[in-house]
């Protein structure tokens, strides 16, 4: 059943056309303001041309170890932001809504592998 995997692929294609497309947005929703040409390139780049490749690679390939890579990743950076929650005292409601968004989309995409 690849309903959840490619569930999250299309949401990681999403927020990769936000990003490409509106990297102040997106900076603004984050909390990070891309005030410079460079930071707004690196907002284009990570958060738009790699998730939208990401999320349209799981879509093409339709393969459970592409979803299962990529799907790791995302419950990685939820990790990663865990870990900041509880070292760098970022304790705050959007922190832990980005938790919640990522692990949601890479367990998603790990449900490929049942």
């Given amino acids: 059943m690849m309903l959840l995997p490619n569930c999250g692929a299309v949401v990681t294609v ?6 490409l497309l509106f990297p102040k947005a997106v900076g603004r929703v984050i909390g990070i303001e891309p005030d410079k040409p460079l ?4 907002f284009r780049a ?14 093409v390939a339709q393969s459970a170890q592409v979803f299962a890579v990529v799907g790791a990743a995302w419950c990685a950076a939820a990790f ?5 929650y509880a070292v760098d005292s970022s304790r705050t409601v959007h922190n832990l809504a980005g938790v919640g968004v990522e692990a949601g989309i890479g367990l998603a995409m790990l449900t490929a592998q049942l």
Avoid at 39 to 42: A, P, Q, R, V
Avoid at 46 to 59: E, R, S, V
């Fill in 80 to 84: 990663a932001r865990t870990m900041s």
């Fill in 14 to 19: 999403m927020l990769g056309c936000l990003g």
């Fill in 46 to 59: 990570t958060y738009g041309g790699f998730f939208l490749c990401l999320g349209i690679g799981c879509l």
């Fill in 39 to 42: 930071g707004i390139s690196e």
